[in-house]
């Protein structure tokens, strides 16, 4: 079964950028749609953003223009570029490897560890 692995996450300034990076393993990775969750202290896991394995991309509204998902099928690897972070921003990032059925995105497979981010002055 599907293994993901993230990494990337740390302490960053409102304002700052990180990448993330999500290593796959275990699946056919060029046919997945991949996706990003977050869950902040306290609050449901909510998708982020996904990436179908044709590349096409998806964003939730609070992170339209400021966050980027890409996905390197030769690595087996998605990234996720978050500019202009701000503190609601605070969360831990989880990859997903999924499957669109018409509009909506379903994923499979066990969680990863996930990476925490932290946008703090």
């Known amino acids: 079964q599907v293994q993901l692995v993230e990494s990337g996450g740390g302490l960053v300034q409102p304002g700052g950028s990180l990448r993330l990076s999500c290593a796959a393993s275990?699946?056919?990775?060029?046919?997945?749609?991949m996706g990003w969750y977050r869950q902040a202290p306290g609050k449901q896991r909510e998708l982020v953003a996904t990436?179908?394995?044709?590349?096409?991309?998806n964003y939730a509204d609070p992170v339209k223009g400021r966050f980027t998902i890409s996905r390197d099928n030769a690595k087996s690897t998605v990234y996720l570029q978050m500019n202009s972070l701000r503190p609601e921003d605070t969360a831990v990032y989880y990859c997903?490897?999924?499957?669109?059925?018409?509009?909506?995105?379903?994923?499979?497979?066990?969680w990863g560890q996930g990476t925490q981010v932290t946008v703090s002055s």
């Open positions: 990436i179908t394995s044709a590349g096409y991309a």
């Open positions: 997903s490897a999924g499957y669109y059925s018409g509009s909506d995105y379903y994923r499979f497979g066990p």
């Open positions: 275990g699946s056919r990775f060029s046919r997945d749609a």
